[in-house]
């Protein structure tokens, strides 16, 4: 009798200490390469998400280390194709500003409370977000990497979705 206690508490411990160790922190499961794959708006409505048409095509890659760092690249659908030579002279400086404006790309500490994520930006594309805090809820579902921006873009809830690459 005394041995069967023996052998079922061990079974408990391994079973209790091998669920722990399988049970992934938020950084590592945040840790590797992401790519965008769409944007999505919320319809309040029907409660639904739909993608976010003004934004179809657009080209982002997300990093994360598991110590806390990140960087990121989003780019418009048209954006390996723009030819300065040609828009320059073509356009004027004013747009070409603007549609280089449209290229984010931004280091980042990160840290994660919750299901928050925190953006706290070292370097950026653009020198006004610098010392920037950006706040996302998150959700991971097993591959797909779920964004959602706590501040709303004109008035629309927002969120974006990655893919994990392997």
């Known amino acids: 009798m005394n041995l069967s206690k023996i052998i079922f508490s061990a079974l408990f411990i391994l079973l209790f200490i091998n669920g722990k160790s399988q049970k992934k922190t938020s950084h590592e499961q945040l840790k590797g390469l992401w790519i965008l794959d769409k944007y999505e708006m919320y319809d309040s409505l029907s409660g639904k998400w739909s993608i976010e048409t003004s934004r179809m095509g657009y080209i982002g ?3 994360f280390d598991d110590i806390g760092h990140m960087a990121v690249q989003i780019t418009p659908a048209d954006y390996h194709e723009f030819d300065i030579n040609k828009k320059a002279d073509s356009v004027g400086m004013k747009v070409v500003v603007n549609y280089y404006s449209n290229n984010l790309i931004y280091f980042a500490d990160y840290k994660v409370e919750g299901s928050t994520l925190e953006h ?37 809830k ?6 994990k690459v392997q």
């Open 61 to 63: 890659y997300i990093l």
């Open 120 to 156: 706290k930006i070292l370097s950026s594309t653009n020198p006004e977000s610098i010392g920037a805090i950006l706040k996302r809820d998150f959700e991971i579902k097993g591959k797909t990497l779920l964004l959602t921006p706590k501040n709303r873009l004109s008035g629309a």
């Open 158 to 163: 927002i969120r974006m979705k990655w893919v």
